[in-house]
C-alpha cells in the first residue's frame, strides 16, 4: 500500500517537474501576438504544440473597427513578435506599429498574390489593394510559411515543429478547396467589396458592391445602378457582414441575403473556418 502510495507521489513529481519545464519553455519563447482574428488562427496552426498566439483584438473585430485599450498598447510593445496586415486593413495600428521593430506588416512583403479593390461597379481601381488577402487559400498558406520562418529563426529549437505545422496546415487547406471547387458561375452583390479573393476558388463573379465603407449605407444612386444592371432578374445572392434593413431589402427585392463573417469569429480553426464561409457561399447556388 505504501509502496503503492510512493510510486504514486513520485509519477505526480515528474508530471508537476514537466509541466514547470513547459512553462518555462513558452516564457521564454515570448509572446507572438496577432493584430486580426484570421492571423490569429493562421499563427494558432503553425504554433501549435510550441506556444499560444495572443489575439490583440477580440475574435469578431474586423480590421475596419479598431478600438485599442491601454492594455493592448502595452501588449504591442512587450510582445517578441506582432503580426498585421497593415495600413490598407488596420489603419489604427498604422501610428503604433509602423516603426515598431517587432512588428510586420503582411502588406509590406511581396510573397502574396494581390487583388486590386473594386468600385462600386465592380472595375478595378488603378494601384489599390483589397485588404482581404487571407481570403485566398495560397495566400493564407504563405503566411503560416511565413510565420514558421520568422519563428523558427526566433527560436531554432523549435524550427522543425513550426515548419511541419505549416505543412500540415497547407495540406488540410488545399484538401478543402479541391473539395469545395465549384463548376456552376454565379453572380453576387456584396454589401462592400470583400469576399475577391473567394471567387477563384469557387466560382463567382462580382456584379457590385452597396457601399464602399462597410460602416455606411448604401445611396440612393448605387440602388438604382445595381436593379438596372442586376444579371439575374430572379433573385440576387447579397453577401454581406450586417443584415441589410427591410427597407433596403425592398428595393433591392428579389434578394437573398447571405451572412457572411470575413474574420471567422466563430471558427477556431482556420480551415474549418473558410470552409464554413464557402459552404454559405455555396448555398447561394442551391
Ligand atoms: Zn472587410
Known amino acids: ?153 526566433q527560436f531554432p529549437a523549435h524550427a522543425m515543429q513550426y515548419q511541419r505545422n505549416a505543412q500540415r496546415f497547407a495540406e488540410q487547406l488545399r484538401a478543402a478547396v479541391t473539395a469545395e471547387k465549384s463548376q456552376t458561375p454565379r453572380s453576387y452583390w456584396a454589401y462592400h467589396d470583400a469576399y475577391h479573393y473567394l471567387e477563384s476558388s469557387l466560382n463567382f463573379k462580382f456584379a457590385g458592391a452597396l457601399t464602399v465603407d462597410p460602416e455606411l449605407p448604401p445611396s440612393i444612386g448605387q440602388l438604382i445602378w445595381l436593379n438596372q444592371n442586376r444579371p439575374h432578374a430572379e433573385t440576387m445572392c447579397l453577401f454581406a457582414e450586417r443584415q441589410p434593413t427591410a427597407a433596403l431589402t425592398a428595393k433591392l427585392s428579389p434578394i437573398h441575403y447571405y451572412p457572411i463573417d470575413e474574420v471567422m469569429a466563430s471558427s477556431t480553426d482556420f480551415v474549418q473556418g473558410w470552409q464554413f464561409l464557402a459552404h454559405r457561399l455555396e448555398e447561394c447556388k442551391r
Open 1 to 153: 500500500m505504501l509502496g503503492a502510495l510512493m510510486f504514486f507521489l513520485h509519477r505526480l513529481l515528474a508530471l508537476v517537474v514537466i509541466a514547470i519545464l513547459t512553462c518555462l519553455t513558452q516564457a521564454q519563447a515570448g509572446v507572438l501576438v496577432a493584430s486580426t482574428h484570421p492571423l490569429y488562427l493562421i499563427a494558432k496552426a503553425v504554433t501549435m504544440g510550441v506556444e499560444n498566439p495572443v489575439l490583440l483584438l477580440p475574435p469578431a473585430s474586423s480590421g475596419h473597427d479598431i478600438n485599442l485599450r491601454p492594455s493592448d498598447r502595452l501588449l504591442l510593445k512587450q510582445s517578441d513578435f506582432v503580426i498585421w496586415f497593415g495600413r490598407d486593413y488596420e489603419a489604427p495600428l498604422y501610428e503604433l506599429l509602423a516603426h515598431q521593430q517587432n512588428a510586420i506588416a503582411l502588406f509590406d512583403l511581396k510573397i502574396f498574390r494581390r487583388l486590386p479593390l473594386r468600385d462600386l461597379k465592380g472595375q478595378a481601381i488603378p494601384q489599390s489593394l483589397d485588404p482581404h488577402i487571407w481570403l485566398d487559400p495560397e495566400n493564407a498558406i504563405s503566411i503560416a510559411n511565413y510565420i514558421a520562418l520568422v519563428r523558427g529563426r
